[in-house]
Structure formats: C-alpha cells, structure tokens
C-alpha cells in the first residue's frame, strides 16, 4: 500500500518551496511589483497636488489589489499545489469576507479635522497587511514575504521620496474679521498669488459669529520654490486690513476638485 502524505510530512512541507510554487510566487511578485510602481504614479500626482491621500496610500492599496487579484489566477498552486484537495470549499468566499471586514476597521483610523484628513496610509497598510495574511494562508510563502517588504519599504521611504519630488503643500486658513469689515475674495485670491499660493476651488466656507465674518479656506501653493513659508505668510495676516484673528495649519486636503 502507498504511503500517504500527512499535512506534516517533509514532503507536504517541502511541496511549498517547491519549484513550481517558487515559480509562480515569483510571477505573483512580478504582478505586485508593477502594481505597486503604477500606483505610485496615480498617488503622486495627488500628493502633488497637496490632497490627503498620496503616494504611498495609493501604492499600498493597488498592491494589495493585485495580490487578491492574481492570487486567484493559480488555483491549482494553492497549498503547496493541494488546493483542490484542500481547498473543498470555495476559498474566495472567505477571502470577500475578510477584504470586508478588515475595509471596516481601517475606516476607523481614518480621522478628519477641518481641510485636514490623517490615517490614510496607516488604513491602506492594514488592509494590505490583510492580503499579506491571505497569501501566507494559501500558502504563497515566498509572494507574501515579498509584500511584505514592499510594504515596509513603501511605508518608510516613500514619504522621503515624496519630499524630494516636486509638490504643491496645501495650508488651511481661517480668518476672523471685524464687525465692520467686508472682506472681498477677489482681494484675497490677489494677495494670495502675490506670496506664491492659490485658493483651492470649492474649499471657501464662510460663517459669522457675532456679526463678524469668519473665513475657512485652503490655500495650495504654487511650487516648493514659489511659496512664501508659513511664518511669513502669519507675519504678513498679522498686519492685514481687517483681520482680527486668524490660524494657520498645515494640510492635506479631500479630493474636492480633480
């Protein structure tokens, strides 16, 4: 009688690093690769933009498509090429599961404040970090290794890469006027392209407290070189005709305008 093979024999075992699986983890690897080089590029031109989510969450979240995606393209290589043995029922019902539940919790690290929005990147990472785990589960080894060293790479030096790359910074602005001042947006779109900024369409809020008028907007700059700095620009709205009170913040804003 043939020896059968247990789910902890050597041979059970070795079949994961076999070299049709090292194969096809590394066309996994490949797909990742790409995937994650493209949405790069998408991200920069965000990031470049000076809107909340930039280059790495846009890297994070298309690798992590693609490796739930090709994954599913090599049904027979699933554990250690025992899928079909396995695998008796249908694995991708699970996998729509816990995509979903880990989109969810995700969500929750996302906070927004004002024109600004955080915690983007830290819920991409934990979504991806969930195919890393469905990888690992079926039993692609080598592919979900190399996620996630992706990951991390992309997560600690992309952010130094998006500095050195050309970009538009975004600051948020409120400023409170005097009773008897009627602040003009023309005025203020004027000043600002005269110190290096323009005013993010759709991002003007205007309110009044105590019959005086409030203003919220963002304001996105022009260049890195162009630009007058944030200390400046708090000089100069000290002395401005009007203003009684203001703040200035560093931001990264919504998609409100392609």
Not at 16 to 33: H, T
Request: charged share 15%.
């Amino acid at each position: 009688m043939a020896p059968t093979m247990t789910a902890l024999s050597f041979e059970s075992l070795a079949a994961y690093w076999s070299a049709p699986e090292v194969e096809i983890n590394i066309v996994v690897f490949l797909n990742l690769f790409g995937a994650m080089l493209l949405g790069l590029v998408v991200g920069y031109e965000r990031s470049y933009h000076g809107r909340a989510a930039g280059m790495r969450t846009y890297g994070l979240v298309c690798m992590a498509s693609a490796a739930l995606t090709v994954f599913a393209g090599y049904p027979g290589h699933w554990y250690g090429g025992h899928g079909a043995v396995v695998a008796a029922a249908d694995p991708t019902r699970v996998i729509q599961g816990i995509v979903t539940g880990i989109g969810f919790l995700g969500a929750g690290v996302i906070m927004k404040e004002g024109f600004s929005i955080s915690g983007l990147t830290t819920a991409a990472s934990i979504w991806g970090s969930s195919a890393i785990g469905i990888l690992v589960g079926v039993g692609f080894y080598g592919a979900a290794i190399l996620l996630t060293l992706l990951s991390a790479a992309s997560m600690m030096g992309i952010s130094r890469l998006e500095a050195w790359l050309p970009s538009r910074h975004a600051i948020a602005i409120v400023m409170r006027f005097r009773k008897d001042f009627v602040p003009r947006e023309d005025v203020l779109r004027r000043a600002s392209l005269n110190r290096g900024y323009e005013l993010a369409a759709g991002s003007i809020a205007i309110s009044y407290h105590e019959g005086q008028p409030e203003w919220r907007f963002v304001a996105v700059s022009l260049g890195r070189k162009l630009a007058a700095p944030m200390s400046e620009l708090a000089t100069e709205l000290a002395l401005f005709e009007g203003v009684e009170k203001f703040s200035l913040a560093h931001a990264r804003i919504l998609d409100m305008v392609c």
